[in-house]
């Protein structure tokens, strides 16, 4: 039973122009979401996180749109660029704080083309 | 600087060993985790620690043990290894301070058994 779900295996983008990624959920009980990115050989980093009370959190290129009604969240990134290439993986938490561990979608593979 | 390292990048055993992964943090963590990363499936949670001396497992325990005799080492055990425990494997801590859940992560293990 799979709670978050990214459909997208891997998604190519032009450098320059706006890549979005996409997530949905079906645990309701999930009260944070965050986004990482993984390159090749290494482990994850934190990009981004949203809490479900609001419904947008800013940081730079990246933004994360959250939809609870739809229990959907996406990843914009604007504008895309070649180091932005990796694997992006949505996380989601419910128990107050990750401290039971995250639950991950299987990740988006995203390839920015020059 | 936050860090978690991890005692091997590569490691290759044989069907039927005993496997250690070491993780040590640096940062005081109260939480740690161990994950395997798998194509097409993600970032799974195999088992996790809140203290010294506690364990609870996570959505993938079988084939696996843990071991945390001090707070900043956290040890993964396969106490017989077997090929389909051939995977990326994660170590993650997480302190609960701040507005952010999120994990830090080792750079992982390549782990292949023959």
């Known amino acids: 039973d799979q709670q978050v779900k990214q459909n997208s295996p891997s998604l190519s983008v032009q450098e320059g122009r706006i890549s979005i990624l996409n997530c949905d959920y079906t645990n309701s009980m999930f009260d944070y979401f965050l986004w990482y990115k993984k390159y090749p050989a290494e482990g994850p980093t934190f990009l981004i996180s949203i809490s479900s009370i609001k419904d947008k959190n800013e940081d730079g290129r990246f933004t994360v749109f959250l939809n609870k009604s739809a229990k959907h969240l996406s990843l914009h990134i604007v504008p895309s660029q070649p180091g932005d290439s990796a694997v992006y993986f949505c996380a989601a938490d419910n128990s107050g704080g990750g401290a039971d561990g995250l639950t991950f979608g299987k990740g988006t593979h995203l390839i920015i083309q020059p | 600087d936050v860090k978690v390292t991890q005692s091997s990048r590569y490691l290759v055993k044989r069907t039927g060993e005993k496997v250690f992964l070491e993780c040590v943090q640096d940062m005081d963590h109260e939480n740690m985790f161990w994950y395997r990363q798998d194509p097409g499936l993600g970032l799974r949670l195999i088992y996790f620690s809140y203290d010294v001396k506690m364990k609870e497992k996570g959505d993938i325990p079988e084939g696996y043990s843990v071991s945390r005799e001090k707070k900043e080492r956290f040890s993964l055990i396969l106490e017989s290894a077997s090929t389909n425990q051939t995977s990326m494997y994660l170590c993650?801590?997480?302190?609960?301070?701040?507005?952010?859940?999120?994990?830090?992560f080792g750079p992982g293990t390549r782990l292949t058994v023959l």
């Open positions: 993650a801590s997480f302190g609960g301070a701040g507005t952010y859940n999120e994990q830090f």
